[in-house]
């Protein structure tokens, strides 16, 4: 009938109304793996989720190729980090969580050892390889603790630049007056610690070569005119925190390189098979 009813432009509007009432009227709703995949599909999330699995295809051929394995000791240390993590802190809290996740004990050992699997991997592959990296990229890992305040008008930015400087004006008053966002406008601009790579070039150039603290000169991008005050230069140092990131950002990388040589195909529509633009490479690192 629902049918009918988009299709049919003579249908009365009160058997649209009673159409959908009884849809919604029902007390339960019964939900299987179609309904669910045919949500996944209508809310475009296929190709993110077909990105996970291909990952973890890509872990495990990895692995198994180079004879990486999780030991019973490894898997159980894994296991209660992960709980401690999710603060899943007695076997109800736990049981409550696997429920809600529709995962059996067996699930949860498979993503354990999948998640242990994929750590071992990246340690493999690239553990060696971290410091050397981080001294040749250092400088893309500096940050910078600034303030900003993006305007339209050039001639107001000026004007505004040339009374920061003069102390006519303190940067916290222009952000109030001048930032509509309003957590931004209450914190003065105040843009955090922000890493190299996050600005925009004919920013990042100014800013890391500013003498803190010190206001810059009226920057024009797509954007619009930035006034930007530098409060302090960041210089990266190599502790576990960015050593994670640069694992991270390595690993990141070769995936990309293995989903790019291989064509991947799904089979989620019954006898139409369709081939996707991902691969899964064999290549060797």
Known sequence: MLHSILFNSQINIEDVKVAFSCRVMSKEIDLSRQDILNYLKLSCQIPNILEGVITCKI?????????????????????????????????????SWLQRHHLSLDDFESLIYTNMLSRKLVEHLFGDRVESFFYEHQLDYAGVAMYEVVLDDEDLAMELFCALQEGEISFHEVARQYITQPSL??????????????????????????TPPQFLKPII?????????????????????????????????????????????????????????????????
């Open 59 to 95: 872990i495990e051929l990895k692995a198994a190729e180079i004879g990486i394995t999780v030991t019973t000791e490894e898997l159980q240390q894994a296991a209660d980090d992960f709980r401690l993590t999710h603060q899943l802190f007695n076997v109800e809290a736990t049981r």
């Open 185 to 210: 406008r209450r914190s003065g601009g105040y843009r955090g610690i922000v890493s190299r790579r996050e600005l925009k070039s004919e920013i990042s150039a100014a800013v890391f070569a500013a």
């Open 221 to 285: 991008t797509s954007q619009g005119v930035h006034l930007i005050l530098v409060e302090e230069i960041i210089h990266p140092q190599l502790d576990e925190e960015l050593r994670k990131q640069i694992l991270s950002d390595l690993f990141s990388d070769w995936l990309k390189q293995q989903m790019a040589e291989v064509q991947v195909v799904t089979n989620l529509d019954a006898n139409i098979p369709k081939k996707l633009p991902l691969t899964v490479s064999q290549q060797r690192v």
